[in-house]
């Protein structure tokens, strides 16, 4: 070992090895007493050699040393076998190669090649072992060493084992950066990533969505099967999640039961849309939970950026607004920001309050739709759909105020006073026809709802049989003592059970067996697209009514409106059918008109199905030639619209209709009557996850600041035609 033996020595003697030790200090000893040529001072010296022998064969520490071109020429012995290889198969190799790079383990710092490199001193620098099945971490020094000449002549050093400093860190950074429970990031760690992905985006003019998430009915998980349960369910909505969105560093819990997902460089609300959607149907399937078998939901509120803000805060808070338009439309919905949120905000706390009198003022009342017998077109009951007929804003739909109703813990109020409101009306009915009432999770979670019933009917007289009670499938929630207890408490009244809404994403055989259900009520989800080729939805319904048969009970398919879905539903043998092709709501009084004797209904509806279209009254603005006309929009669907407001327009004219927001669609005239024009989309509308629709892109507003600070407006499809028309 020449080189370390003339290393800092100045020596140039013979290398005369010490019996009695052995190592780089054994080697070292010799040299440094000849020096000396005192007694004394060999004494203390080779007491210290010892002593570093001692410290390197007790596994704290360890040395090496290189020569000139960075081979290694000594390595502590108990390292190397670390390292699985032995001191002579380590020497002679490159240093260099002991440890992984520095790029490999995410690192910030300068590289060990290039300290050597530059014959620069270091001190503790962090290694990881290159060695298969050794992830050691250490902690090297080193300092460079010249000869006599003052020629570089290579390394000397020591290194440290700090794998256990190592992991402790990284434990502690995960603590900081991820959550415990559930190892995704927290709320920092998202926020930091949000920050800075916005800020390169906005650089770049990239869009990047935000998903905020918020479990439905998990406080009731807690509640009954305590918060460890809660717990193990957060680790599978975590899963799930994960399963779907991909990357795990972009899902984030935030606490409680609130997650939040960034998305970069998805800005088309129809693949936002449905991945909300996948969301919400996948953290709908039930889980099972220490041997208990749990059901909850999900509501999801969506941003983009640049559209819906530039900042994280702005982006974060309209996502929290538009989370909050799901959860107060019913839940289990998704919903995308939109500026009319703000004032939609303020009007459901405007109703909330008077909702709070509506009853005493009354302005509540019942509309009965009928249940008709799908084959005799018979009418064998009726469903009690509430109304709300509100001074100042007319008729507001069960789909706005129920919601609020159970948040601001209205319902069960309310729900008493259908109760009783149907079944006095019932009790008016000559004939044995059946009225159907809805019953809400939260009135069904009341210990006292079976007294309410019983009163009702001890109140009206209606005979039990008569009233049936509709409950959604999420009251087997928690399959809980307390569910089995009310079934056995309701049928003991005498009372009819349905199943509501099946098929929605909770359905399950094992309740069937158990639960006593007279009836399952097909979700109109499945009857909507069962008509349209390649649907498997006919194949579904008849799986339902097969098992419904097998279980003795009856079924009714909801919201058929059309002949061809009537047709279709009675080849699959459902036996009762209620939707618009028969009736819809009636009153009390014409009730009573049709209630003598036998009342068949005579189907009618268009002949086939068409595309939802939502009735509204809504002005855009219709662009034609650099013309911009204010056009009134009606009868909206997802391939085309109903517009009014400008005089003899020719079919095959083409315009854009700015929805606003920056929602330009292209749409060709297809139907013109004087000042009434059906136009056809270029490119179909997505839902908006709330009931409505919206265009599947927008125009970003980097474009349309960049279009105001030139000269040309911003640029549209070109039209053949150049007549100016006249606005009506």
Same mark, same amino acid.
């Given at each position: 070992?020449?080189?370390?033996?003339?290393?800092?020595?100045?020596?140039?003697?013979?290398?005369?090895?010490?019996?009695?030790?052995?190592?780089?200090?054994?080697?070292?000893?010799?040299?440094?007493?000849?020096?000396?040529?005192?007694?004394?001072?060999?004494?203390?010296?080779?007491?210290?050699?010892?002593?570093?022998?001692?410290?390197?064969?007790?596994?704290?520490?360890?040395?090496? #040393?290189?020569?000139?071109?960075?081979?290694?020429?000594?390595?502590?012995?108990?390292?190397?076998?670390?390292?699985?290889?032995?001191?002579?198969?380590?020497?002679?190799?490159?240093? &260099?190669?002991?440890?992984?790079?520095?790029?490999?383990?995410?690192?910030?710092?300068?590289?060990?090649?290039?300290?050597?490199?530059?014959?620069?001193?270091?001190?503790?620098?962090?290694?990881?072992?290159?060695?298969?099945?050794?992830?050691?971490?250490?902690?090297?020094?080193?300092?460079?060493?010249?000869?006599?000449?003052?020629?570089?002549?290579?390394?000397?050093?020591?290194?440290?084992?700090?794998?256990?400093?190592?992991?402790?860190?990284?434990?502690?950074?995960?603590?900081?950066?991820?959550?415990?429970?559930?190892?995704?990031?927290?709320?920092?760690?998202?926020?930091?990533?949000?920050?800075?992905?916005?800020?390169?985006?906005?650089?770049?003019?990239?869009?990047?969505?935000?998903?905020?998430?918020?479990?439905?009915?998990?406080?009731?998980?807690?509640?009954?099967?305590?918060?460890?349960?809660?717990?193990?369910?957060?680790?599978?909505? +975590?899963?799930?999640?994960?399963?779907?969105?991909?990357?795990?560093?972009?899902? #984030?819990?935030?606490?409680?039961?609130?997650?939040?997902?960034?998305?970069?460089?998805?800005?088309?609300?129809?693949?936002?849309?449905?991945?909300?959607?996948?969301?919400?149907?996948?953290?709908?399937?039930?889980?099972?939970?220490?041997?208990?078998?749990?059901?909850?939901?999900?509501?999801?509120?969506?941003?983009?950026?640049?559209?819906?803000?530039?900042?994280?805060?702005?982006?974060?808070?309209?996502?929290?607004?538009?989370?909050?338009?799901?959860?107060?439309?019913?839940?289990?919905?998704?919903?995308?920001?939109?500026?009319?949120?703000?004032?939609?905000?303020?009007?459901?706390?405007?109703?909330?309050?008077?909702?709070?009198?509506?009853?005493?003022?009354?302005?509540?009342?019942?509309?009965?739709?009928?249940?008709?017998?799908?084959?005799?077109?018979?009418?064998?009951?009726?469903?009690?759909?509430?109304?709300?007929?509100?001074?100042?804003?007319?008729?507001?739909?069960?789909?706005?105020?129920?919601?609020?109703?159970?948040?601001?813990?209205?319902?069960?109020?309310?729900?008493?006073?259908?109760?009783?409101?149907?079944?006095?009306?019932?009790?008016?009915?000559?004939?044995?026809?059946?009225?159907?009432?809805?019953?809400?999770?939260?009135?069904?979670?009341?210990?006292?709802?079976?007294?309410?019933?019983?009163?009702?009917?001890?109140?009206?007289?209606?005979?039990?049989?008569?009233?049936?009670?509709?409950?959604?499938?999420?009251?087997?929630?928690?399959?809980?003592?307390?569910?089995?207890?009310?079934?056995?408490?309701?049928?003991?009244?005498?009372?009819?059970?349905?199943?509501?809404?099946?098929?929605?994403?909770?359905?399950?055989?094992?309740?069937?067996?158990?639960?006593?259900?007279?009836?399952?009520?097909?979700?109109?989800?499945?009857?909507?697209?069962?008509?349209?080729?390649?649907?498997?939805?006919?194949?579904?319904?008849?799986?339902?009514?097969?098992?419904?048969?097998?279980?003795?009970?009856?079924?009714?398919?909801?919201?058929?409106?059309?002949?061809?879905?009537?047709?279709?539903?009675?080849?699959?043998?459902?036996?009762?059918?209620?939707?618009?092709?028969?009736?819809?709501?009636?009153?009390?009084?014409?009730?009573?008109?049709?209630?003598?004797?036998?009342?068949?209904?005579?189907?009618?509806?268009?002949?086939?199905?068409?595309?939802?279209?939502?009735?509204?009254?809504?002005?855009?603005?219709?662009?034609?030639?650099?013309?911009?006309?204010?056009?009134?929009?009606?009868?909206?669907?997802?391939?085309?619209?109903?517009?009014?407001?400008?005089?003899?327009?020719?079919?095959?004219?083409?315009?854009?209709?700015?929805?606003?927001?920056?929602?330009?669609? &292209?749409?060709?005239?297809?139907?013109?009557?004087?000042?009434?024009?059906?136009?056809?989309?270029?490119?179909?509308?997505?839902?908006?996850?709330?009931?409505?629709?919206?265009?599947?892109?927008?125009?970003?507003?980097?474009?349309?600041?960049?279009?105001?600070?030139?000269?040309?407006?911003?640029?549209?499809?070109?039209?053949?035609?150049?007549?100016?028309?006249? +606005?009506?």
């Amino acid at each position: 070992m020449d080189g370390p033996s003339r290393i800092d020595t100045g020596d140039r003697g013979d290398d005369q090895a010490d019996g009695g030790q052995r190592g780089f200090f054994g080697l070292l000893g010799p040299r440094i007493t000849k020096q000396r040529g005192d007694t004394a001072a060999n004494l203390h010296t080779h007491e210290a050699l010892l002593l570093l022998q001692n410290y390197e064969e007790s596994g704290q520490g360890w040395f090496w #040393s290189t020569d000139a071109k960075g081979r290694l020429t000594y390595i502590t012995d108990s390292v190397a076998r670390l390292m699985g290889r032995t001191t002579g198969q380590l020497l002679g190799t490159a240093f &260099t190669d002991l440890f992984l790079p520095v790029d490999s383990h995410g690192e910030r710092q300068r590289t060990l090649p290039f300290l050597l490199t530059k014959q620069s001193k270091f001190d503790d620098l962090p290694l990881r072992s290159a060695f298969e099945g050794d992830d050691r971490w250490w902690a090297i020094s080193g300092r460079p060493q010249f000869d006599s000449a003052d020629k570089f002549a290579g390394y000397r050093g020591s290194g440290t084992d700090v794998t256990a400093q190592r992991r402790s860190a990284e434990d502690a950074s995960r603590l900081a950066l991820y959550d415990s429970l559930t190892g995704l990031a927290n709320r920092f760690h998202i926020s930091k990533k949000l920050d800075t992905t916005l800020a390169t985006f906005a650089q770049q003019q990239r869009s990047c969505a935000i998903m905020l998430l918020d479990l439905d009915r998990f406080k009731q998980v807690n509640d009954t099967l305590g918060h460890p349960a809660g717990d193990a369910l957060l680790k599978q909505v +975590a899963e799930r999640l994960l399963k779907i969105v991909g990357d795990k560093e972009m899902v #984030s819990r935030l606490g409680g039961d609130e997650f939040q997902i960034i998305l970069p460089d998805i800005e088309d609300r129809g693949k936002l849309g449905d991945m909300a959607a996948d969301i919400i149907a996948s953290l709908s399937q039930p889980y099972s939970v220490e041997g208990s078998r749990c059901i909850i939901g999900a509501s999801v509120g969506v941003a983009i950026a640049p559209f819906d803000g530039l900042s994280s805060d702005e982006l974060v808070r309209n996502a929290d607004l538009a989370l909050y338009a799901a959860k107060g439309n019913g839940r289990g919905r998704f919903s995308f920001y939109s500026s009319d949120l703000h004032t939609a905000a303020e009007d459901r706390r405007a109703l909330e309050d008077d909702l709070r009198d509506a009853l005493v003022r009354g302005e509540m009342a019942l509309l009965y739709q009928p249940v008709v017998n799908s084959k005799s077109n018979m009418v064998s009951g009726v469903e009690a759909l509430i109304r709300w007929t509100h001074p100042d804003r007319g008729v507001i739909s069960p789909a706005v105020f129920i919601p609020i109703a159970e948040e601001a813990g209205l319902i069960w109020k309310i729900g008493e006073w259908v109760l009783r409101t149907a079944c006095e009306d019932a009790a008016s009915w000559p004939g044995d026809m059946r009225v159907a009432v809805n019953v809400s999770p939260i009135q069904f979670a009341n210990e006292e709802l079976p007294k309410i019933v019983a009163r009702a009917l001890g109140a009206t007289g209606l005979a039990p049989d008569r009233l049936e009670l509709e409950i959604t499938e999420s009251v087997f929630m928690g399959d809980t003592a307390e569910t089995a207890q009310m079934f056995k408490a309701l049928k003991e009244l005498g009372v009819r059970l349905a199943l509501d809404d099946f098929g929605t994403g909770y359905s399950s055989l094992a309740y069937l067996q158990s639960a006593p259900f007279d009836k399952i009520k097909i979700d109109q989800s499945f009857v909507r697209d069962a008509t349209i080729p390649g649907s498997r939805n006919a194949a579904i319904i008849a799986a339902i009514v097969a098992l419904a048969e097998a279980l003795e009970m009856e079924t009714t398919a909801e919201g058929i409106e059309s002949l061809d879905q009537l047709e279709l539903i009675r080849k699959l043998n459902v036996s009762h059918v209620q939707g618009y092709v028969y009736s819809k709501g009636v009153p009390q009084a014409e009730l009573l008109e049709h209630s003598e004797g036998a009342w068949t209904i005579k189907p009618a509806g268009p002949a086939r199905q068409r595309n939802d279209r939502y009735s509204l009254f809504r002005k855009v603005g219709a662009i034609h030639d650099n013309h911009r006309y204010a056009v009134v929009i009606r009868n909206l669907s997802t391939t085309g619209a109903f517009i009014e407001g400008i005089l003899d327009v020719p079919v095959g004219t083409r315009f854009v209709i700015d929805f606003g927001e920056g929602q330009l669609v &292209t749409a060709t005239v297809r139907r013109s009557m004087k000042h009434q024009q059906g136009i056809e989309f270029e490119q179909t509308m997505v839902s908006d996850g709330n009931g409505g629709l919206c265009t599947r892109h927008r125009v970003s507003p980097y474009l349309i600041a960049a279009a105001t600070q030139s000269t040309s407006a911003l640029a549209l499809p070109s039209f053949t035609t150049t007549t100016d028309w006249k +606005a009506s």
